[in-house]
Structures are given as C-alpha cells and as structure tokens.
C-alpha cells in the first residue's frame, strides 16, 4: 500500500470529564491497550505521516505512546488561546496531500474503514451515519450527494429533525482546504472555540465539493463516558475472538472469555469458558481450561487448569498445569503439577512431578531466589523448596519434606519428617476435660 496518500492527524488533547477519571480519556485501556494506542496502530497501516495533537497531561500521552511507536509527531494544543477541534489544527502542518482528521476516543477504528477516505475524490470528505433515531445527533443536509450544512439538533427545524443523517465526527481536507481555512476559523460562539465544522459551511460557500461517506457506526464508536468503554470493550472482544476462532482456535462460550489485543495463538488451540489471558501471550498447540489466567507467557504443546494462574514471564512446554497451580517467572519443560503448588523463579526438567501442595520459597522479603530441578525427579505432597536450591537428575523429595539444603544431588531421595508418635487414649482424655 503506497502510504504516501494521507497524514493523518489524531485529536487527543480533552481532559474526558466525563469519565469521572484523573487519567487522560484517551489513555483509558481497552483489551490491554489505551484506546490511542489502537488508533494509532490503525492509522500506520495507511499512513507514514501520523500526527498527535495532545494538551491534557501529554508528557503522560507521549511517553506512553512512545513504549508502542517511533516517529509520531507530537503536537501541543494552545488550548487557553485556541480551544476546540479547529484549535487543535493550528500547528499541524501534514506531509501528504489528503488529511485525516480522526478523534482520540475511537478505539474501535480499523484499517480498513479508513482506507474508504481514500476512495472519494473531492474537496472535503464527511464521515456520516444513518440511523433511525437521530435524536442527540447534529444533522447532516445531504442533496446531489454533496453535504450542504450541519445543523445542530437544538438548532434544527421540524424537517431537519427527520434527517436520518448524522455526522461521525471523522473528516478528511485536501491539505490546501486545511491551509486556507484553519487561519479563517474564529471563535464567535457561545463556548468560545474554533471548530472544524465551521470549515463546511466556508467550503460550501466557496462552491468546493464535500461529499458524503457513510461509515459503520459500531466502528466510529466515541468513548466518553465508563459505560461507552465497557460497550467498546465488548465489540473489541467479539472482533478479536471472531478473528482467532476464524483461524482455528476453539472457543466453548466465547462471550465468557477474555483475551487481550497482544495475545498470539498457533496450531491447534482450545479455550473453555471463563479464561482470562492477557499481555504479551503466546498460546501454541495447547488446551486452556475454565477459569485460567495466563499473563504474558508461552504455553507450547500443554494443558492448563482449570483454575490455574500462570503469572508473568513464564515458560510452559509439554506439561500438564492442574487446577490451584500458580507458575511465576519459571520454566516448566515435560512437567506434571496435578494441584494446589506454587512455582516460583523455578527452572524445572521433563519427567519431573510436581506433588499437591509444593511450593518454592523464593522470597525471603528482600530478594527472590532460584529453585533449579532436574530431570525425572519426584516431589511428593506438601514439600516446601527453600531457595536457593538446586535439585539434580533423579531424585526423591519424600512427602511433608522441608528441603533447606542447596543442593540435593542425583540419585537421592530427601527426607526430614519425624517420627510419627501415637498417643493411645489420649482423645478420650482431652474432651473430657474439656467437658468438665
């Protein structure tokens, strides 16, 4: 695709007082990311030219953004001299021919929706919906397939009200409109703001052509509010997990599971209800049971859960993770963990088996520390690995043990239980002194 045709210019410089939020509106996540990030991301598969216009809290915008992307222009809005959506355009000065202007607050914008700008010649391009009930839109005059005027609902007559078309918000400019027009732009109104709209109405007197372009409204959503998030965090999901499970991944009661945007899935893959798997995920050839958490991980040729938590910078490979098991930053190769252990800063070969009730102390409340387990070697139930610790090749670690010694070499078995007295009638003794 020749990128050359567009710049696109994101507006993200509002507080979003309506979110009810100290944080930036457009740095409020869906499916794991911030909402600019998807717009961004949407915009470099059509554009090299991508430009952010930012104000509220925009150190925090730009530094966050930069964790994803390399050269985004970052533009500062004036906003105590030049507010509003035709303020925002001020400083921008687009490389390409025909400029975008999208909003920061529409994280459900694809590639391809954008790519419809591009197949309309004229002056100016206004994205447009229909809808039934219009009622709360500004209305949108449409006659030879040319826009004629905007008007808003508080302003409209009783056939303006019937117009079922209203606009997305979402405009694209000639970059000589944007050059002649944005200078023009006064703030004669009662919110004392430069708009963008008030563009159409110059165009249209200078007898430039807008048309129309009629645009998805589930696409073009706005977030301004935690509900309009959540509602966009509902069709974000529905499109990632269409999209997986149209390449193979089985999905019992998709609309139960959660998976985030970054999340990667190869060969054959099943999820049951209830999953949650998040961050940087990659899940290959592997069964996910019901009510798991898989957090940026690899998980090659295994079965996980139910109910199991595999947390961050974990390992998993040709092993079978049960129910109550939690892995932490550790490598699980040919590994059983039936139940109820943690795993964690561990290194653990094939054969070995983990038994219920396991677990690796690996913070002594300062430091972490590593526990390394061989191959073919056999954990028995409620065993505490005091790290650091390395177990070797076949090993028996004896049940109820407290393994304390570094090392544990090939061939041993590791026991320190005591040994078990049996007081004869002494339940018959206790109760009945308590009951005296």
């Known amino acids: 695709m020749n990128k050359n045709k567009i710049s696109i210019v994101i507006l993200a410089a509002g507080k979003g007082s309506r979110m009810k939020s100290s944080k930036a509106k457009v740095l409020h996540s869906i499916s794991g990311k911030p909402m600019l990030y998807h717009i961004i991301k949407a915009s470099l598969e059509i554009s090299n030219d991508i430009s952010v216009v930012i104000a509220h809290q925009k150190e925090i915008v730009q530094e966050q953004m930069n964790n994803y992307f390399n050269d985004i222009n970052f533009i500062t809005q004036d906003v105590k001299n030049f507010p509003g959506t035709g303020g925002a355009m001020k400083n921008v000065d687009p490389k390409n021919e025909k400029v975008l202007i999208l909003n920061g607050d529409m994280p459900l914008i694809d590639a391809k929706s954008l790519q419809d700008f591009l197949t309309i010649q004229a002056d100016i391009i206004m994205s447009i919906f229909k809808l039934q009930n219009p009622d709360g839109y500004g209305r949108v005059k449409i006659e030879n397939e040319q826009v004629q005027y905007i008007v808003e609902q508080k302003d409209a007559s009783e056939d303006e009200l019937k117009i079922q078309s209203v606009n ?7 970059k000589d409109v944007i050059k002649k027009y944005i200078p023009l732009l006064n703030n004669d109104n009662a919110q004392k703001e430069y708009y963008l709209t008030d563009i159409i109405s ?3 007197k200078d007898a430039l052509s807008i048309k129309p372009l ?11 509010s935690k509900k309009d998030l ?6 974000m999901q529905r499109k990632i997990k269409e999209k997986w499970m149209a ?4 999905m019992q009661l998709p609309s139960s599971i959660y998976i985030e945007e970054s999340v990667t899935f190869e060969g054959e893959c099943k999820l049951e209800n209830g999953c949650r798997i998040t961050g940087d995920t990659i899940i290959d050839n592997s069964h996910i049971k019901s009510g798991s958490v898989i957090q940026d991980s690899v998980i090659k040729n ?4 139910p109910m199991a938590h595999i947390r961050p910078a974990s390992y998993i490979q040709d092993s079978h993770i049960g129910n109550f098991v939690e892995i932490k930053k550790s490598s699980l190769k040919g590994v059983k963990a ?8 561990a290194q653990i070969d094939e054969g070995t088996n983990i038994g219920a009730g396991t677990i690796t102390c690996n913070y002594d409340g300062i430091r972490k520390y590593k526990t390394i387990i061989g191959k073919n070697v056999f954990i028995g139930s409620d065993t505490q690995l005091i790290a650091p610790l390395t177990i070797e090749d076949d090993v028996i670690i004896a049940a109820g043990t407290t ?7 090939s061939g041993s078995m590791a026991i320190n239980r005591e040994k078990l007295r049996i007081l004869k009638g002494f339940y018959y003794k206790f109760f009945k002194k308590i009951n005296k």
């Open 168 to 174: 997305a918000g979402v405009y694209a400019f000639s």
């Open 202 to 204: 110059m165009a249209k």
């Open 214 to 224: 009629v645009v998805d409204e589930e696409n073009f959503k706005g977030v301004n």
């Open 230 to 235: 959540s509602d966009s965090e509902i069709i």
């Open 247 to 250: 390449l193979g991944v089985t």
């Open 302 to 305: 295994s079965d996980i859960g």
């Open 338 to 345: 039936g139940h109820l252990s943690y795993i964690g800063d």
């Open 403 to 409: 393994v304390t010694s570094g090392k544990v070499q």
